[in-house]
Structures are given as C-alpha cells and as structure tokens.
C-alpha cells in the first residue's frame, strides 16, 4: 500500500493564518491603553478620604485640576494596581522601541496566545516556569533557614 504524505494541501483545514508585525503592534497597544483606561477608571471611580482631599495652591486651575486628579488616583490606586500600570508603561514603551514580546531572559519572541492572555509578559513560558521553580526553592530554602534559626532559639532558651 502506498503511504499518505502528511504534508497539508493548500486551502486545507487549519491553514497557517499569518499577521503582519503591524497588526500584532496595533492590537498589542490597544489592548495596553485599554488596560491602562480600565484601571485609571477603577482608581477614580473610589472616593477619595476627606482628610487626603487637600487643596493645591499650584498654578491656574487646568493646573490644580490635573495635579488633584492624579494625586487623588495615585492614592486610590492598590500597591498592585500601581505596580500594574507601571507595568503597562513599560509594555507601551517597548511597543515604541519595538521589543515587545520578547522574552528578556532568553531573548526568544513571547507567544501570541500568552501575550493575549497576559499582555504585560516579561518571559516566555519555559523562562517563566525556570523563574517561578527557582523562586519556590529560594523561599522554601529561607523557611527552612528561618525554622532552623527558631529551633536553635527554642534550644537555647531551654539549656
């Protein structure tokens, strides 16, 4: 019996679909300034405690605006969420100096699925995994070190 090649016929099911570089950059930055509107909304949409609700004496009111809005969202806004719309600035300023996407431990390109799916990856999968291993060993290694600190503690306060 002669055998099947297993090449794909072209106009078969499944074709390799292909994007250009310019729609993946386009797609990549309005998914980060959406990002960015959605968490600065959250942050504004908190109210404000009276007592950090202050009054600026600093130039004409466009001025006084701006300066209240972003000290007000610079309060709001979580540790987390400032340390995501940090991350978000680093995304965008990659986008503009075109390395976006690329995995900074190896330097390979970060896939498309992971970058839909988290639009603000420093790695790609297999160094993301490496790091997040090493890192458990590192914190299982200072518990053990802490438990051993505490255990010799413990023994000297009995002798």
């Not at 340390?83 to 995995?103: D, H, S």
């Not at 603000?120 to 802490?146: G, I, P, T």
Request: glycine share 8%; aromatic share 2%; charged share 35%.
């Amino acid at each position: 019996m002669a055998e099947k090649s297993k090449k794909a016929k072209p106009g078969s099911l499944n074709p390799t679909r292909t994007i250009k570089p310019e729609d993946k950059i386009m797609a990549a930055r309005k998914t980060l300034f959406s990002l960015k509107k959605k968490l600065l909304a959250e942050g504004l949409g908190k109210s404000l405690p009276e007592d950090l609700a202050r009054p600026f004496d600093i130039g004409d009111e466009g001025d006084r605006a701006d300066i209240e809005r972003t000290h007000e969202v610079s309060i709001l806004l979580s540790v987390r969420d400032k340390e995501k719309l940090q991350g978000i600035e680093v995304a965008l300023e990659k986008l503009r100096e075109g390395t976006y996407g690329v995995c900074e431990e190896c330097g390979d390109e970060i896939g498309g699925g992971r970058l839909r799916v988290m639009p603000l990856a420093k790695s790609c999968v297999s160094c993301q995994s490496r790091l997040e291993k090493e890192q458990a060993h590192q914190k299982l290694a200072e518990e053990r070190f802490d438990q051993s600190l505490i255990s010799e503690a413990e023994g000297e306060e009995t002798n």
